[in-house]
């Protein structure tokens, strides 16, 4: 099954910033959609923000207008900037990529998550 690949996460001070990356080695053209996910400590895990193959974008409300997300599809790597971090983003951030149904003899699953990188913003 494909692999992807996260790094960025760590420890930040509340109002700093930090940018995950999330790389997926696929054949060009089977990438679809991007997403990013996190899950706090006993809560459910939620989508934060995704992008898809032409670069539309959303957001889940509480980090509109201080995370970004983006792709370099030359790469197949997603980035998501979080500036204005504060501690109820701590959480564990995963990355999930979803795949173009003619690629699935390569990649083998349409879906695909990271292992997670844990963000933790100290107070």
């Known amino acids: 099954q494909v692999q992807l690949m996260e790094s960025g996460g760590g420890l930040v001070q509340a109002g700093g910033s930090l940018t995950l990356s999330c790389g997926v080695d696929?054949?060009?053209?089977?990438?679809?959609?991007m997403s990013w996910y996190r899950q706090a400590p006993g809560a459910e895990r939620e989508l934060v923000a995704r992008i898809n193959s032409n670069d539309g974008t959303d957001y889940t409300d509480s980090v509109k207008g201080r995370f970004t997300i983006s792709r370099d599809n030359a790469k197949n790597t997603m980035y998501l900037r979080m500036n204005r971090l504060n501690p109820e983003d701590t959480a564990v951030y995963y990355c999930?990529?979803?795949?173009?149904?003619?690629?699935?003899?390569?990649?083998?699953?349409?879906?695909?998550w990271g292992q997670g990188t844990l963000v933790t913003v100290a107070s």
């Open positions: 696929v054949p060009p053209g089977c990438l679809l959609a």
């Open positions: 999930k990529a979803d795949f173009e149904k003619q690629c699935i003899m390569a990649v083998r699953s349409l879906t695909a």
